[in-house]
C-alpha cells in the first residue's frame, strides 16, 4: 500500500475570502489591493472612515502588511492606494453555504472551523470517489467553477499536519505531506507553526534559544515540561506530527426558542395574542436562517404565581413557517386555562428539528396542499429578504401595529 493511501484528512480554506467574494463580483477591484472593513455606510463619511477593523486584505493589500484585525487606522496608513469598502456578510454566506454543500457531497465528516475554513475526514470514501487527492483535486475544481473562488487545500494524515499543508501551499494552494515526509517538513518551521504556541510562548522560547520545531520535537519531556507545564507533552507530540484528534461535525442543533418576560402580568387575551404572534415571527425566521424546520411546537406560560406550563404538539409535516408556527400556538393556547393575575412569561420552542437536506430528500409526494405550501414559502422568503435588507421593522403585520 503506498504511503498516500494513509492520507485521509483534508483541510480547505478559502483564500482571502471576503475580499476574493468582492473581485469575484466586482472586476474593479482585481488585482487591486481591497481591504473589506468592519463598517457599515452610516459610519462612512466619503469613504475615509478610520473606525472599525479590517475583516479581509486581498493578496494584494497583504503585501503591504494589511492584515484581518487590523484597525482600519492603520491600513490606511500602511496602504495609501487600497481600496476600503464595508462588509457584505449575507453575500458571504451564501458563498459559505454554496463551499460547505460542495464538500459535503464527499463526506458526512466534516468539520468546519470558520466560515472559510473546514476539515474533511475521506477515509472509506476511496472506492465511491477515488483516493483524497482525486477528492481534493474536484472539490477545489468544484469551488472556482462553481462559485468563483479560489480555496487552498491540504492533504495529510491528521488534522495538525493537513493544516500546515495548507499554510505551505497557500495561496490557491494543493499541497501533500505524505507521512514518510512529515519530519522532514515540519522540523525547519518556526515553533510558532504549532498549535497552541501563541506570542507569549514563542518569545519565552525564543529566550531559551528554541526556535524551531526540531528543536522541540527531540527537547527531552522534563526540561519541556519546566518551560510549557502541563502543555509540553501534547506540543511536543505536534512537533513530531502525531496528532490523534478526530474530524468532528458540527452538533445538529436540537431545539430553537424564544420567550418574552413582561414588566407587569398581562392579563388580556388580546395582548397574549399580539406578543405570541411576534414571537412566532421570531422563531420561525430563526429557524429559515439556520437551515432548519420543526414538528414539534412548544407553547411555554408562566403565571404571576410563578408556575410554568408547557403545552405541545407534533405536526405530521415539519415546517419553519410564522402562520402555520402561530396556528398552532393558538390551539395550544385554547386548551389553556388562563389564571387570574396574569401572565408573566410567554414562550415557543421549535424542536424534533429537520435540517435542510433532510427535508429534501423526504419531499417526494407532491400535492396541491404542497403547492399552497410552496407559494407560502415563496411569500415568506420575499418577506425574510426584506427585512434583511432593510431591518426587522420594515416590514410587519397589520395587526402588529396597533
Same mark, same amino acid.
Given at each position: 500500500?503506498?504511503?498516500?493511501?494513509?492520507?485521509?484528512?483534508?483541510? #480547505?480554506?478559502?483564500?482571502?475570502?471576503?475580499?476574493?467574494?468582492?473581485?469575484?463580483?466586482?472586476?474593479?477591484?482585481?488585482?487591486?489591493?481591497?481591504?473589506?472593513?468592519?463598517?457599515?455606510?452610516?459610519?462612512?463619511?466619503?469613504?475615509?472612515?478610520?473606525?472599525?477593523?479590517?475583516?479581509?486584505?486581498?493578496?494584494?493589500?497583504?503585501?503591504?502588511?494589511?492584515?484581518?484585525?487590523?484597525?482600519?487606522?492603520?491600513?490606511?496608513?500602511?496602504?495609501?492606494?487600497?481600496?476600503?469598502?464595508?462588509? $457584505?456578510? %449575507?453575500?458571504?454566506?451564501?458563498?459559505?453555504?454554496?463551499?460547505?454543500?460542495?464538500?459535503?457531497?464527499?463526506?458526512?465528516?466534516?468539520?468546519?472551523?470558520?466560515?472559510?475554513?473546514?476539515?474533511?475526514?475521506?477515509?472509506?470514501?476511496?472506492?465511491?470517489?477515488?483516493?483524497?487527492?482525486?477528492?481534493?483535486?474536484?472539490?477545489?475544481?468544484?469551488?472556482?467553477?462553481?462559485?468563483?473562488?479560489?480555496?487552498?487545500?491540504?492533504?495529510?494524515?491528521?488534522?495538525?499536519?493537513?493544516?500546515?499543508? *495548507?499554510?505551505?501551499?497557500?495561496?490557491?494552494?494543493?499541497? #501533500?505531506?505524505?507521512?514518510?515526509?512529515?519530519?522532514?517538513?515540519?522540523?525547519?518551521?518556526?515553533?510558532?507553526?504549532?498549535?497552541?504556541?501563541?506570542?507569549?510562548?514563542?518569545?519565552?522560547?525564543?529566550?531559551?534559544?528554541?526556535?524551531?520545531?526540531? $528543536?522541540?520535537?527531540?527537547?527531552?519531556?522534563? &526540561?519541556?515540561?519546566?518551560?510549557?507545564?502541563?502543555?509540553?507533552? %501534547?506540543?511536543?507530540?505536534?512537533? $513530531?506530527?502525531?496528532?490523534?484528534?478526530?474530524?468532528?461535525?458540527?452538533?445538529?442543533?436540537?431545539?430553537?426558542?424564544?420567550?418574552?418576560?413582561?414588566?407587569?402580568?398581562?392579563?388580556?387575551?388580546?395582548?397574549?395574542?399580539?406578543?405570541?404572534?411576534?414571537?412566532?415571527?421570531?422563531?420561525?425566521?430563526?429557524?429559515?436562517?439556520?437551515?432548519? %424546520?420543526?414538528?414539534?411546537?412548544?407553547?411555554?406560560?408562566?403565571?404571576?404565581?410563578?408556575?410554568?406550563?408547557?403545552?405541545?404538539?407534533?405536526?405530521?409535516?415539519?415546517?419553519? #413557517?410564522?402562520?402555520? &408556527?402561530?396556528?398552532?400556538? #393558538?390551539?395550544?393556547?385554547?386548551?389553556?386555562?388562563?389564571?387570574?393575575?396574569?401572565?408573566?412569561?410567554?414562550? &415557543?420552542?421549535?424542536?424534533?428539528?429537520?435540517?435542510?437536506?433532510?427535508?429534501?430528500?423526504?419531499?417526494?409526494?407532491?400535492?396541491?396542499?404542497? %403547492?399552497?405550501?410552496?407559494?407560502?414559502?415563496?411569500?415568506?422568503?420575499?418577506?425574510?429578504?426584506?427585512?434583511?435588507?432593510?431591518?426587522?421593522?420594515?416590514? *410587519?403585520?397589520?395587526?402588529?401595529?396597533?
Amino acid at each position: 500500500m503506498s504511503d498516500n493511501h494513509c492520507l485521509s484528512i483534508i483541510h #480547505l480554506d478559502l483564500d482571502a475570502f471576503f475580499a476574493s467574494v468582492e473581485q469575484r463580483d466586482n472586476p474593479a477591484y482585481r488585482g487591486k489591493p481591497l481591504i473589506v472593513g468592519g463598517v457599515s455606510g452610516a459610519d462612512r463619511k466619503d469613504g475615509k472612515t478610520n473606525r472599525g477593523v479590517v475583516c479581509a486584505a486581498s493578496y494584494e493589500a497583504r503585501k503591504y502588511g494589511v492584515h484581518a484585525g487590523m484597525p482600519i487606522w492603520e491600513a490606511r496608513q500602511k496602504c495609501h492606494q487600497g481600496i476600503f469598502i464595508p462588509s $457584505q456578510m %449575507k453575500k458571504y454566506l451564501e458563498a459559505s453555504n454554496y463551499f460547505f454543500q460542495i464538500c459535503s457531497t464527499f463526506t458526512p465528516l466534516i468539520e468546519p472551523l470558520s466560515i472559510d475554513e473546514l476539515f474533511l475526514d475521506v477515509s472509506g470514501c476511496e472506492s465511491l470517489f477515488g483516493s483524497s487527492e482525486i477528492i481534493g483535486r474536484k472539490i477545489k475544481e468544484r469551488v472556482y467553477q462553481e462559485i468563483g473562488l479560489k480555496v487552498s487545500v491540504g492533504i495529510a494524515e491528521n488534522k495538525f499536519l493537513a493544516k500546515i499543508a *495548507t499554510n505551505l501551499g497557500k495561496p490557491d494552494g494543493f499541497y #501533500l505531506i505524505p507521512s514518510k515526509d512529515r519530519q522532514k517538513i515540519l522540523y525547519p518551521l518556526p515553533v510558532s507553526a504549532l498549535w497552541g504556541i501563541g506570542k507569549k510562548t514563542e518569545e519565552l522560547l525564543k529566550k531559551s534559544g528554541i526556535y524551531q520545531v526540531e $528543536q522541540l520535537a527531540k527537547m527531552p519531556d522534563a &526540561i519541556l515540561d519546566d518551560l510549557l507545564g502541563k502543555n509540553g507533552t %501534547k506540543i511536543k507530540l505536534l512537533a $513530531q506530527g502525531i496528532d490523534n484528534s478526530p474530524v468532528t461535525p458540527a452538533s445538529e442543533a436540537k431545539s430553537m426558542s424564544k420567550e418574552t418576560t413582561f414588566l407587569t402580568n398581562i392579563a388580556e387575551k388580546a395582548i397574549l395574542l399580539k406578543e405570541l404572534l411576534k414571537i412566532s415571527q421570531a422563531v420561525g425566521y430563526m429557524a429559515r436562517k439556520e437551515g432548519y %424546520k420543526a414538528r414539534t411546537i412548544t407553547l411555554k406560560i408562566r403565571f404571576q404565581d410563578f408556575t410554568t406550563l408547557n403545552k405541545s404538539k407534533t405536526l405530521e409535516n415539519s415546517t419553519h #413557517l410564522d402562520n402555520i &408556527i402561530f396556528k398552532v400556538i #393558538l390551539e395550544l393556547l385554547d386548551k389553556v386555562n388562563l389564571k387570574k393575575g396574569g401572565v408573566r412569561l410567554l414562550g &415557543i420552542k421549535l424542536s424534533n428539528l429537520t435540517s435542510g437536506n433532510e427535508i429534501k430528500q423526504l419531499k417526494i409526494l407532491r400535492d396541491e396542499e404542497d %403547492k399552497k405550501g410552496d407559494k407560502l414559502e415563496q411569500l415568506t422568503q420575499s418577506l425574510d429578504e426584506i427585512r434583511d435588507k432593510f431591518g426587522s421593522k420594515a416590514i *410587519t403585520r397589520a395587526s402588529l401595529l396597533r
